[in-house]
């Protein structure tokens, strides 16, 4: 145990030097576009990524930093990743909801083209951390692939949520944030903060 | 990611995240191959005491990128092998 770091950062992201991002991923293989950056994540670029003439609807879907949780202060969210992998999920995602046409959506496809992009590292308060944006035909298949997508992301993507949270009576610096466990604390085991451990 | 030991030839890279990542206080290190899948916990549980009440229990683990089942016995982490320990999502 004598290993173990006290210092209370060690469970956080290693948080990029803005000076010099690790570069981003991203594939486009018309029509799907998936990516991950450390740059704030550009809307109407993504937005421009889906156009189509055959669709009449984009359907965006924008996750930002709110600055609370549990009724803490939130400074910022960081995000990590195992990049090479969570590139590859995006593009099984974004691909799988890729139909060929059907009788049921006239003879076209349900949704026309689909992007999904994660940002990494530190995102401040009110910004964008993941954009899924659908062309359709039709508005109700968007946002129906829309929510689906998103729900598989936050399900199935490797990729971590940090939670900075203001300083109050001393300890709670922050913690990692999993659908299983609530937050876990920087010092891991000892250090319960935020309950919602275990079970 | 460019960190290299001397020991490479004879090992397997292991990766950490998150709340498993923590626990470690590394994100990354060599442990020597091979080693059976269902070695893996209980070497990292002797090494990290607690480590798998605490955070593999809800892990899942990738051997190069693939998503392997930890009882399979067929299965061993070769040198050169990149293993990862993704414990559960943002949900």
Known sequence: MSGRTANPQSGAPPLSDPANPPPPQFIHEDPIYVGLTHAPLDIPGTIDKVRTPKAGAIVMFAGTTRDNFNSKTVKFLAYSSYTPLALRTLQRIAKSHITPPSEEHGGYSKIQKIAILHRLGEVPVGEESILVVVSAGHRKEGWEVAEEVLEECKRKLEVWKWEELEEGDGKEEGGWRSNREGVQPVGGPGLGCCGGRGH | ?91
């Open chain 2, 1 to 91: 990611m460019a960190d290299t030991t001397s020991a490479e030839s004879e090992s397997f890279k292991i990766l950490y995240f998150a709340g498993v990542a923590s626990f470690t206080g590394t994100n990354e290190e060599s442990l020597p191959a091979p080693l059976p899948i269902t070695e893996l916990f209980a070497t990292l549980e002797k090494k990290y005491a607690g480590i798998r009440e605490k955070a593999l229990n809800t892990a899942m683990v990738t051997v190069n990128l693939d998503y392997v089942d930890i009882e399979d016995k067929t299965l061993v982490i070769q040198k050169g092998d990149e293993v990862a320990i993704i414990p559960p999502g943002m949900g």
